[in-house]
């Protein structure tokens, strides 16, 4: 076989690799998500919104989803990659029932599978565009972490992804406490949405919490804050502002 017969061969698998692409930027995406241990269990927050670009284009994109018996998920980023961890979530929960030995993954383990998940993809230079928080309980011990799209996770007190965790997290370092009851949970997690409506452009006015302990999962249906637009600052943002229009 001389050069010249190679060369087609050689340019297919050229062309093959050159074919072969990345999701560059994520298209329709959700914000941010704030999660809380309280007295009995976990308590997670997310609005409905779906952004096209900076388009708030969908207004009802559940991103609370129950994982197997001991666990709940919480996204921000890229929805249809979250719809993709949820598939590989599914396959996880089911391939472990499939043992029927009695135990079942808690949200420890699920936590470390999101982990090594995203931390593969990101090697792949593949990445799952989304930050993920995963809260459970299970035998009485509360569980709350994290994890970005590159790997980078840790467990907490209280998480956020987003601009949550410039906005919300002051609040609950201020506020948060071992003993909150679930009405005073609720009510934290609503004044961090409040904040994060305020400022956040790509956040909605429609919201969910997720409740787990160890009854199991409950997710709210979807509501809206009572807020107030009237603020000085919100009618003339440029007051006092040097060089502004």
Known sequence: MNLADSTPAMNTLLGSEADSQRTLYPYVTG????GIKYKDGILLAADMGGSYGSTLRYKTVERLKPVG???IIGASGEISDFQEIMRYLDELILYDNMWDDGNSLGPKEVHNYLTRMMYNRRNKFNPLWNSLVLGGVKNG????????????????????????NHLARPILRDEWHENLTFEEGVKLLEKCMRVLLY???????????????????????????????????????????????
């Not at 409740?211 to 999962?217: H, Q, R």
């Open 69 to 71: 018996k001991h666990s």
């Open 141 to 164: 011990q509360k569980y709350l972490g994290t994890v970005s799209m590159i790997g980078v996770h840790y467990e907490d007190n209280h998480v956020a992804t987003g601009f949550g």
């Open 199 to 245: 400022r956040d452009r790509s956040a909605v006015n429609k919201l969910q919490i997720a409740k787990i302990t160890e009854a199991g999962v409950t997710i709210s249906q979807p509501y809206s804050l009572k807020t107030f637009w009237d603020f000085s600052a919100f009618k003339n943002p440029t007051v006092g502002a040097e060089g502004s229009w």
């Open 31 to 34: 914000t941010s998500v704030v």
